[in-house]
């Protein structure tokens, strides 16, 4: 009988540890799940509310208020707003296109020439290639309007997407690096034995298989573009060949003080954020993917 009692006592004070634990988690689960709810309101709040204004039309918003949600549905509001932004949504789609199509070759190559060549002084390029982070965007504005200008590329495209391309090297030779480094280099020395070059070598075995990090590097190229108000507004005077962060300004400040257009404004910021919103959802597996990948070198 003693024997049981002994053996049976341990079972019983580690049972209370146990369940003390067990409550712990409960509740850590609860907040954690009520602390996310109120990050999530707080993030589609702001979505909802243009989307609900951008229903509705002056009058209605001046009088039942902006925080009242879908109280009206005037489809007009977006006809007026398309007919106002839609040239500048297109010249940011081509311009965005040219910048990821340079931006991304020539970080794609810089990486690979970092990660699978051998070069004197490689790491310290590198080094001095990744700095360029710590430098803020602001600072570069007046040396690269200055160049612009010495290039004749004012009120150009090529003002737009040369900048935006080289903005984007430092962080896509970064993560493109630590994807290249992940390699086998058995896989890449079989091909060289068999007499490919560097360039075929790049082109038919590293480019099929880098297709996650190369959409990661062309999905932030396309935000940065997207979402850039500043520069355009300095090199680009032609409101015919602007993006749409700056075109969405113009369009709004077209009706100055005029309550009566106010759906058409909220109208217009939807139809701008709508494809980066669609573009982040519909990569937004692979954007992680790629990002993931790219950092287990890091």
């Known amino acids: 009988m003693s024997s049981a009692v002994e053996v049976n006592a341990p079972v019983e004070r580690t049972a209370k540890p146990a369940g003390i634990s067990a409550r712990r988690l409960r509740r850590f689960r609860w907040v954690s799940v009520a602390g996310g709810a109120v990050i999530v309101v707080m993030v589609y709040f702001p979505i909802i509310f243009v989307l ?17 949600l879908f109280t009206q549905f005037d489809y007009q509001n977006y006809i007026r707003a398309w007919s106002g932004i839609d040239t500048t949504l297109f010249n940011t789609v081509i311009v965005a296109a040219a910048s990821i199509v340079l931006g991304v070759a020539a970080a794609a190559l810089a990486a690979y020439s970092f990660s699978q060549l051998r070069f004197r002084g ?15 965007w602001t600072l570069t504005l007046i040396p690269l309007f200055l160049t612009v200008q010495k290039l004749h ?3 150009t495209w090529w003002a737009l997407i040369l900048p935006y391309a080289a903005s984007a090297q430092p962080l896509l030779v970064l993560i493109f690096r630590g994807f290249f480094d992940q390699f086998p280099a058995e896989l890449l020395e079989s091909a060289r034995v068999d007499g490919a070059s560097e360039t075929a070598v790049l082109r ?9 990090i190369l959409l990661t590097g062309a999905v932030l190229v396309t935000i940065n573009v997207w979402g850039d108000y500043l520069w ?5 005077q032609n409101p015919h060949r602007t993006t749409i962060s ?5 369009f709004v400040s077209s009706f100055g003080l005029n309550l009566s257009s106010g759906g058409s404004v909220f109208a ?6 709508m494809p980066a919103f669609v573009l982040v959802g519909v990569t937004m597996r692979y ?3 790629g990002l993931t990948e790219g950092a287990l070198k890091l």
């Open 246 to 250: 700056a075109g969405v300004e113009q």
């Open 268 to 273: 217009a910021y939807v139809i701008a954020t």
């Open 232 to 236: 355009p507004t300095i090199v680009i």
């Open 122 to 136: 490689k790491e310290m390029l590198f080094l001095a290639y990744v700095a360029l982070l710590l430098v803020p």
């Open 287 to 289: 954007f992680v993917s």
């Open 204 to 212: 038919k075995v590293v480019v099929p298989l880098t297709r996650p």
């Open 52 to 68: 609900s204004n951008s229903l509705k039309t002056g009058q209605n918003i001046f009088t039942s208020g902006v925080f009242s």
């Open 153 to 155: 590329l004012f009120n």
